[in-house]
């Protein structure tokens, strides 16, 4: 894994030089065209007539050189030799030697073709030539090396950035997910072991609600299971968990659980947070209706509030004086909590309050995400 990251890597900084190379050749081809305009009409001023074909040869040849030679060179050395990972006595010597490279080919280049392509070019011997040339242009080429050289060494470290931002960005994301996956992990066995401490109790009791039950109990692990590594599910595929639940906990309280579920026809397609309905509506029997011999509700509401979905669950026949607020929120909730904190930062919020009457509300807020869907959705609202 790390060996494809390091190839990745280098492939991507490989990518973002040739960028910068090609960057710099439209440059080039740039100067070369105003170059060759310039050079045409300079002549022509001076009485010097020259051709076209004469001006665009001079030109290619000049800009020829740095584009295709000596740029790639500059680029070369800024890409394999850093500021930081190299000392300054090496990297002053290599550029040194680098601009020494850089004017001899561009003054080698133009001495061997000499008249041949700069029109009115004296012939001399090749040395006394290419004396003559190593004058008047190494000043010239010595400032546009360390002009290369300069762009090269911005481009490296803003190419570095990139990539370190990148990797933060990937290892936090990484470490958010591995997260996650560890609170849904540590739910579903909570949520089973709850269920199965039901089971148990209506094994003697009810032997048919209990085989009812475990069916039940079947066909929703299935379903969770389809969906467990997504952060992230609609509303809709979540209140088809929700309703497998509530058939097995109305097996369990038989005539004892009545739920009335009221929902915002627009929010059906809200993207929620995986199996987050569930452990509310459980956490509202658990410490409401399971501590009461007599009949409860549990009632859901969900709904948008400016640009933010809302749902609650509310469970009377609590007994608050006898339950704290604190142990009301259980693991199922922390476990929303800290979900809410990964997806969500500060936008994703839960709260617990008391209500007249003795009843109970824990409520979840977060921002509203819609998926498109074809189907326009109905009102859910029903009792039982």
């Known amino acids: 894994m790390a060996d494809a990251d390091q190839d990745s890597s280098r492939r991507m900084k490989r990518l973002s030089w040739l960028r910068v190379w ?41 800009y020829g050189t740095w584009a295709l030679l000596i740029t790639p060179l500059a680029l070369l050395l800024c890409a394999r030799f ?7 006595f090496n990297l002053v010597s290599l550029h ?40 008047s242009e190494a000043e010239g080429d010595i400032q546009i090396y360390l002009l290369l050289a300069v762009i090269g060494y911005v481009v490296a470290y803003y ?21 996650l996956q560890v609170l849904k992990m540590q739910l ?6 709850n269920t199965l401490h039901s089971v148990g109790a209506l094994i003697r009791k009810d032997p048919r609600a209990a085989e009812k039950m475990i069916c039940s109990l079947g066909d929703l692990l299935r379903l969770t299971l389809v969906a467990q590594d997504l952060p992230k599910v609609s509303l809709r595929r979540e209140f088809e968990l929700l309703q497998m639940y509530l058939d097995i906990q109305r097996v369990r309280f038989q005539n004892r659980l009545a739920i009335e579920v009221n929902v915002d026809p627009c929010t059906l397609d809200a993207m929620v947070p995986y199996l987050v309905l569930q452990p509310l509506v459980e956490n509202a029997i658990k410490h409401g209706l399971a501590r009461t011999l007599g009949r409860g509700r549990v009632e859901i509401n969900i709904r948008t509030v400016t640009n933010r979905l809302v749902m609650s669950v509310v469970n009377d026949a609590c007994s608050s004086s006898s339950v704290p607020a604190q142990e009301r929120l259980g693991i199922g ?16 919020q839960i709260a617990s309050r008391e209500l007249p009457r003795g009843r109970f509300q824990v409520e979840v807020q977060i921002p509203l995400e819609l998926v498109e869907t074809q189907t326009k959705p109905q009102l859910l609202h029903a009792t039982g």
């Open 159 to 179: 190419s570095e950035r990139r990539m370190h931002e990148r990797h933060a960005a990937q290892l936090e994301t990484s470490l958010v997910r591995s997260e």
């Open 22 to 62: 090609a960057g710099m050749l439209i440059l080039w081809i740039t100067f070369a065209i105003l170059g060759t305009w310039f050079n045409y009409y300079a002549f022509q001023s001076r009485g010097r007539s020259i051709t076209w074909f004469q001006a665009i040869r001079m030109n290619l040849v000049f």
């Open 188 to 193: 579903q066995p909570h949520f089973l072991f």
């Open 82 to 88: 850093h500021l930081n990972r190299t000392s300054r």
């Open 333 to 348: 909730l922390e476990n929303i909590r800290n979900r809410l904190r990964l997806l969500y930062d500060s936008q994703g």
């Open 96 to 135: 040194v030697m680098g601009i020494a490279t850089a004017v001899c080919t561009d003054v080698g280049i133009k001495t061997l073709l000499g008249n041949r392509v700069f029109p009115g070019a004296v012939s001399h011997p090749f040395f006394g030539q290419f004396h003559k040339y190593f004058l």
